[in-house]
T-cell receptor, first 115, second 113 residues
Framework: QQQVKQSPQSLIVQKGGISIINCAYE??????FPWYQQFPGKGPALLIA?????SEKKEGRFTISFNKSAKQFSLHIMDSQPGDSATYFC??????????????FGKGTLLTVNP | NAGVTQTPKFRILKIGQSMTLQCTQD?????MYWYRQDPGMGLKLIYY???????DKGEVPNGYNVSRSTTEDFPLRLELAAPSQTSVYFC????????????FGQGTRLTVV
């Protein structure tokens, strides 16, 4: 059972454009939703995260939009740059039921930003 | 500040061989995790630990074992390697606080032939 579904699998955007990656989750007990960025040959690194008590969080060019009723959240990258080319993973975790904050990851989106 | 350090970076194993993937962190984090990453499949949790002496299975534990004798170290043992264990393995750590960042190592690329 895939608890976090991510789309699209790959995305090509022109420099300056907006990149949008979507995730949907099933478990309503999830209460922490981070996005990780991974460059080739490197481990994932936290990009931005949100909790379900807010609908949007913005950090620079990166914004998370969160829709609790639809059980969906998305990453928007404004003014996309070639240096943003990477694999992006959404994830979710819960802090109840003895889950010990384990992250459940989506399958990832390979973003390519063309110059 | 080294963060999470994994060794080796690359390894080729023959079917049936065994090996240990090393992971150490210097952030005094209680929680440590092992994930495997396969193309197009995201990261799957193999084992995790909430502190020294305490470990538990994740989503895909078969064929692996772990131990946690110290806060810093969390080695992953592969017994009787199989081609299905060809993957990139990531170790991660996090503080024992709800909703905080997990820090990942650089990964170990393992090929079983």
């Amino acid at each position: 059972q895939q608890q976090v579904k991510q789309s699209p699998q790959s995305l090509i955007v022109q420099k300056g454009g907006i990149s949008i990656i979507n995730c949907a989750y099933e478990n309503t007990a999830f209460d922490y939703f981070p996005w990780y960025q991974q460059f080739p040959g490197k481990g994932p690194a936290l990009l931005i995260a949100i909790r379900p008590d807010v609908s949007e969080k913005k950090e620079g060019r990166f914004t998370i939009s969160f829709n609790k009723s639809a059980k969906q959240f998305s990453l928007h990258i404004m003014d996309s740059q070639p240096g943003d080319s990477a694999t992006y993973f959404c994830a979710a975790s819960m802090s109840s039921g003895g889950s010990n904050y384990k992250l459940t990851f989506g399958k990832g989106t390979l973003l390519t930003v063309n110059p | 500040n080294a963060g999470v350090t994994q060794t080796p970076k690359f390894r080729i194993l023959k079917i049936g061989q065994s090996m240990t993937l090393q992971c150490t962190q210097d952030m005094n984090h209680n929680y440590m995790y092992w994930y495997r990453q396969d193309p197009g499949m995201g990261l799957k949790l193999i084992y995790y630990s909430v502190g020294a002496g305490i470990t538990d299975k994740g989503e895909v534990p078969n064929g692996y074992n772990v131990s946690r004798s110290t806060t810093e170290d969390f080695p992953l043992r592969l017994e009787l390697a199989a081609p299905s264990q060809t993957s990139v393995y990531f170790c991660a750590s996090s503080p024992s606080i709800r909703g905080t960042e997990a820090f990942f190592g650089q990964g170990t690329r393992l090929t079983v032939v």
